[in-house]
């Protein structure tokens, strides 16, 4: 059985950082792409990074770039997300997801498997 768990949320001050975890399990991270989605209230989930199986490349929404940062650790079948320079319309909740196709994808659909979400609030 896959699960994805993502935990590192909380409430933080604009211009604060936080860094989000999702670990795996049930699947071995090194054989998907690993992607990071956000959903604020009222909005659509939005795609916000993903690295490659490879672990050599990542991609960001133009929203984040250069704040947010993808890493991950094969070993402890983890990944990552730093977000620093936090901003208030960076609240939301945020999900890990692992896609097979391994198509470096923004897309949510592309994305078989979700964790539960963790909720990322930034005060102005």
């Known amino acids: 059985q896959v699960q994805l768990v993502e935990s590192g949320g909380g409430l933080v001050q604009a211009g604060g950082s936080l860094r989000l975890s999702c670990a795996a399990s049930?699947?071995?991270?090194?054989?998907?792409?690993m992607g990071w989605f956000r959903q604020a209230p009222g909005k659509e989930r939005e795609f916000v990074g993903v690295?490659?199986?490879?672990?050599?490349?990542?991609y960001y929404s133009d929203s984040v770039k250069g704040r947010f940062t993808i890493s991950k650790d094969n070993a402890k079948n983890t990944v990552y997300l730093q977000m620093n320079s936090l901003k208030p319309e960076d609240t939301a909740v945020y999900y890990c997801?692992?896609?097979?196709?391994?198509?470096?994808?923004?897309?949510?659909?592309?994305?078989?498997?979700w964790g539960q979400g963790t909720q990322v609030t930034v005060s102005s």
């Open positions: 690295i490659v199986w490879s672990g050599g490349t990542t």
């Open positions: 049930g699947l071995t991270i090194s054989n998907y792409d």
């Open positions: 997801a692992a896609d097979g196709y391994r198509l470096g994808s923004s897309l949510t659909y592309n994305y078989a498997y």
